[in-house]
């Protein structure tokens, strides 16, 4: 089998969560592109829609669910209608997150709501996604399982709590999966993107247009589909309980994501 041939995906089945815009729609994209059916899992039915009308003009199948993954009933319906439509999940990117009521503020002022919320949305959602989809994988004798984590959860923001708590526990979940489900013929990875805006004018000026990241520019979002190909394919079959991060050299080079470096001169720049 050829480098290549290890890369392709067809005759697998993914299921991606975030899918519906952003980072989720570009790797799910890639997937396809590399020859896997879709399941396109998000809140937001018409974005969902229009990343599966995408997938098929690629010439795969895909399977567009609503699903709020903070909610276990509707994540384990969400991977029975996959089962259902396409009888296997061989791949698992628990890509859904983001920031949650209580962005920006200190610890004395956060609810126990808004301290749930953030944790459910950024790594309860993984698990449920994890323990729906594993019986399935364990019956067919093997699988995928790619977690996306954040430079927060290696380093962290200010006033980014649950966020930055929740990224830094999907990291040791994802070694914890790795570790359990190795001889199950399950690999569990995770990748690690560095600040990819999505063309969002607010972002873009927050971080200067990625001046304080050491290749001296913000991430392309086409450019984090191929790792998340890699990990998805038998190129990967060896790899476990590992990292790859997209991110510029930001956290190597001490700048990136603290959200100090914005505001601090450098060389008499403001």
């Known amino acids: 089998m050829s480098v290549l041939d290890k ?32 399941v396109a899992a998000a809140r937001t039915q018409a974005q969902i829609d229009e990343t599966a009308a995408l997938i098929r003009a690629r010439g795969r199948r895909c399977l567009a669910v609503s699903t709020d993954v903070t909610n ?22 628990n890509n859904a997150g983001g920031s949650s009521s209580g962005w920006n503020k200190p610890v004395e002022a956060l609810t126990d709501e808004q301290w749930r919320g953030g944790i459910d949305l950024n790594i309860s959602s993984a698990f449920y996604c994890c323990r729906a989809v594993l019986p399935h994988m364990l019956r067919q004798g093997g699988g995928k ?18 966020y930055a708590t929740a990224k830094a526990g999907m990291i040791n979940f ?24 999505h063309e969002d004018p607010m972002m873009l000026q927050f971080w200067q247009g990625g001046k304080f990241i050491p290749v001296g520019r913000v991430g392309k979002d086409e450019e984090l589909g191929p790792a998340c190909v890699f990990l998805a394919s038998d190129a990967a079959n060896y790899m476990n309980g590992e990292m790859i991060a997209l991110e510029g050299g930001g956290l190597a080079g001490g700048e990136v994501p603290t959200g100090f470096a914005p505001l601090i001169s450098l060389d008499g720049e403001k």
């Open 7 to 38: 890369l392709r995906l067809h005759g697998k089945v993914a299921i991606m969560t975030g899918a519906g815009r952003g980072l989720g729609r570009v790797m799910a994209l890639a997937l396809a592109e590399a020859g896997a059916d879709i």
């Open 72 to 93: 276990s009933t509707a994540v384990n319906a969400m991977v029975e209608a996959t089962v259902t439509e396409f009888g296997r999940i061989d791949v698992l990117v």
């Open 145 to 162: 399982i790619i977690n996306v984590t954040s430079g927060v959860g290696v380093r962290p923001m200010k006033f980014n709590y649950m």
């Open 174 to 197: 994802t070694r914890a999966l790795a570790f359990n489900y190795a001889d199950k013929n399950i690999q569990a990875n995770l990748i690690l993107p560095g600040i990819f805006p």
